[in-house]
């Protein structure tokens, strides 16, 4: 089945403690993003990836990392987390002129 | 900024009913459009897409676009309360990945 499968689905941390959400797709789908949706503000894209080892900012860059090593695999990284990054996220995929195939999302919460 | 804009609602229909959910976009570059329902909590799953002006329909869904007035909209015939989500309104410039999505129109279908 092809899918976009992010991990975990719920997370809650403290503020300072590094966390990575994974995010993986099996569709061979070039490009993937990282967006978050919060109330009132809709769907942000925080990066994207246009290939392996091809990675650019989008919208809400600010205190967040990702890495493309695998076509399959978009990580993506917060190294110091703060409340004001408690938010759903959702991580997709596209390629090949599909339209764009999104995760389950992770619900995050930061105290 | 490239901007989706869409009225937040909530618009309600009575159920059996069409409902009409509107989306305009700033950039005349933008080549695709796509129609997301996003139930609470979850991840938006694709409805509609388009490309050329006019009318698609798929089932109880009509799509419609004007790239003169850079409008796209989204019909929903008989409308059932299953139905009732929010809807997110996304376009594509020519040549690119980079989605730019509205903040989503919330249906409320009535029993």
């Known amino acids: 089945e092809a899918q976009v499968t992010q991990n975990p689905r719920y997370l809650i941390t403290v503020t300072g403690k590094k966390l990575t959400v994974t995010c993986s797709q099996n569709?061979?789908?070039?490009?993937m993003s990282w967006y978050r949706q919060d109330p009132g503000l809709g769907l942000r894209q925080i990066y994207y990836s246009m290939n392996v080892e091809v990675t650019d900012k989008g919208d809400v860059p600010e205190g967040y990392k990702v890495s493309r090593k695998e076509k399959r695999n978009f990580p993506l990284i917060l190294e110091s987390p703060s409340p004001n990054q408690t938010s759903l996220y959702f991580c997709?995929?596209?390629?090949?002129?599909?339209?764009?195939?999104f995760g389950n999302g992770t619900r995050l919460t930061v105290t | 900024q490239k901007e989706v804009e869409q009225n937040s609602g909530p618009l309600s229909v009575p159920e059996g009913a069409i409902a009409s959910l509107n989306c305009t976009y700033s950039d005349r570059g933008s080549q695709s459009f796509f129609w997301y329902r996003q139930y609470s909590g979850k991840s938006p799953e694709l409805i509609m897409f388009?490309?050329?002006?006019g009318d698609k329909e798929d089932g109880r869904f009509t799509a419609q676009l004007n790239k003169a007035s850079q409008y796209v909209s989204l019909l929903i015939r008989d409308s059932q309360p299953s139905d009732s989500a929010t809807y997110l309104c996304a376009s594509m410039p020519a040549g690119t990945y980079k989605y730019i999505f509205g903040t989503g129109t919330r249906l409320k279908v009535l029993a």
């Open positions: 569709m061979n789908h070039e490009y």
């Open positions: 388009i490309y050329s002006n």
């Open positions: 997709a995929s596209t390629g090949g002129g599909s339209p764009l195939h």
